[in-house]
């Protein structure tokens, strides 16, 4: 066979296998009356991982890179991008590829409808099955199974539990605060906030603490432990490579694995034969204990127990580093926060050593906006992906209805909702905590605005809204209240930098994040911290 024909054979096969899908896709994508951005390579397999080695290098001219399908699929893009993409091509557009059309959502009200329209926009079942290592669970079921284990899971989020959270937050606080004291730098910054969260959900919500001697059922080394292998089980599903190349890097995940899987398992079977007496129904009695026969498996348990586990901690975790780097690199919101903070230890009864949940929470108004300022930036996760199944779904919108086609994946991208100009104003990339304030002349009226927490997604909306946002919001004030009350927490420059270069420095690797299973501020442990007195 000539070199002409092979050419042409090859050509015919492509055009078969992959040309005319993507024309048939681009056929479907007209019928939205959205913009469409063509993309020869689709969002998963061969092709794109081998697109994304090449990006990595840095190796290609500058007008493939910013094309706008390399600008959607290579790592990293939703965050990187921000509104960009949507300012060019529109807050509703479709990337058309080989495979399928997604749908990239940046408009609030289709974002709202989405989100809340759960039946007609679940979860993609092959995103969520990754999560199902220990059993499945409230993130990554649907329909009436959905509704059983939010049932079930949700009745533990009370009033009780909150003071829980805020006694302990307050008590492991301390005790990170005098390490950090006499430690100087401190380059541990996420390992210690990692654990402090992670002890945090152990006591309030499971019921279990290291530190109690009297408690045989865990001790110290075994929550140490669990935080280990749910570390290395979190790499292995967000990014295997990072726990090593070949066989020892599988065979580590695996250890992991079942040493992971033997605690939660010992956790439940501890609870079911020595149930123990606690002042709030944790999380654990609630799975335990159904209100009718409708109860959750052993798998379900335990799969339940991990999720918590993963996004009970790491979630709150990360806020709390993005904000501690943030108030060291702009000190003078630093300042800002700490007449908020001085004004709540001024207000405490006299005699009161741990200011009063009830009390405290209703005045944190410059903390709250910090924590919704952080999290408008640098949330959890930078996109929520849904889809239509098994039938096609209508948006309506002001201007148009948009007809979406069955199993087409809904791209609801939060990062580019909480920059677009038009809510946020001409400054949508800066870290302004003040934008949430309203009356910000008069420090006795400060309120934050409830308007803009309609352009909030960080913690998702609509029936699915995390049921911890308020165990996470006041678990971040009780920390922030114990480490400022009386320190203040700055850069250390290392021996070749200024402090306006330090400052450059770990403002540039915030703004570089990675999103793994949740947004990560990379190198953390390289920016170093020291905490002084005031």
């Not at 709202?112 to 979860?123: A, E």
């Not at 408690?215 to 979190?234: E, Y």
């Not at 996004?311 to 780097?325: C, K, S």
């Not at 250390?492 to 330090?502: C, G, I, L």
Request: glycine content about 4%.
């Amino acid at each position: 066979m000539s070199f002409a024909s092979a050419l042409i054979l090859v050509v015919a096969i492509w055009c078969i296998y992959v040309g005319w899908p993507w024309y048939r896709n681009w056929k479907q994508a007209k019928a939205l009356h959205v913009p469409i951005v063509i993309s020869p390579i689709s969002t998963s397999g061969a092709a794109l991982q081998s697109l994304r080695y090449i990006l990595d290098r840095d190796i290609l001219p500058t007008w493939i890179t910013r094309l706008a399908f390399v600008r959607l699929i290579q790592r990293n893009s939703r965050f990187q991008e921000k509104f960009a993409v949507h300012a060019e091509y529109g807050k509703l557009f479709i990337l058309v590829t080989p495979a399928t059309c997604e749908l990239y959502v940046a408009d609030v009200d289709a974002a709202k409808q989405v989100l809340s329209r759960w039946r007609d926009f679940p979860k993609p079942s092959s995103l969520l099955e990754k999560m199902n290592v220990f059993g499945k669970n409230l993130a990554t079921v649907e329909g009436a199974d959905w509704q059983r284990h939010r049932k079930l899971t949700a009745r533990a989020f009370n009033e009780k539990l909150h003071e829980a959270v805020w006694a302990e937050s307050t008590r492991n606080a301390t005790k990170v605060m005098t390490k950090w004291n006499n430690t100087k730098p401190v380059y541990s910054t996420r390992s210690d906030m990692m654990a402090l969260s992670l002890a945090v959900l152990f006591k309030a919500c499971l019921n279990i603490d290291g530190d109690d001697k009297d408690d045989t059922r865990i001790l110290a080394g075994d929550v140490a432990a669990c935080q280990w292998h749910l570390d290395v089980v979190l790499k292995g599903i967000s990014n295997p490579m990072a726990l090593g190349r070949g066989f020892e890097g599988i065979k580590k995940l695996k250890r992991s694995h079942k040493a992971l899987g033997e605690l939660l398992t010992e956790f439940v079977e501890a609870r079911t034969i020595r149930p123990k007496l606690s002042a709030h129904a944790d999380l654990l009695s609630s799975i335990l204990a159904p209100t009718d026969h409708r109860g959750l498996s052993s798998d379900e348990v335990t799969g339940n127990l991990f999720l918590f586990m993963f996004a009970g901690h790491e979630t709150t975790a990360n806020a709390l580093i993005y904000i501690i780097h943030l108030m060291a690199i702009f000190p003078a919101w630093q300042d800002w926060a700490l007449e908020e903070i001085d004004q709540l230890s001024h207000n405490r009864a006299d005699g009161e050593e741990v200011p009063s949940y009830s009390q405290i929470l209703p005045q944190t108004q410059r903390l709250r906006a910090i924590l919704y300022e952080t999290l408008r930036l640098y949330g959890p996760v930078p996109t929520l992906v849904r889809q239509t199944d098994p039938q096609a779904q209508t948006l309506v919108l002001p201007e148009q209805e948009v007809i979406i086609p069955k199993d087409t994946p809904v791209n609801v991208n939060t990062i580019a909702l909480h920059t677009d100009p038009k809510q946020w104003g001409p400054d949508p990339l800066a870290w302004r905590p003040d934008r949430w304030i309203l009356q910000p002349c008069d420090s006795s009226l400060q309120k934050v605005s409830n308007e803009l927490l309609k352009y909030l997604f960080a913690w998702g909306d609509g029936p699915r809204l995390c049921p911890g946002q308020r165990f996470s919001q006041i678990e971040v004030f009780a920390v922030l209240i114990c480490f400022f009350k009386s320190h203040r927490v700055e850069l250390v420059p290392s021996r070749d930098q200024t402090m306006d270069q330090a400052r450059s420095h770990a403002l540039s690797l915030i703004q570089n994040s990675k999103v793994g299973l949740t947004l990560q501020m990379p190198d953390a442990e390289s920016v170093g911290l020291r905490w002084v007195g005031r």
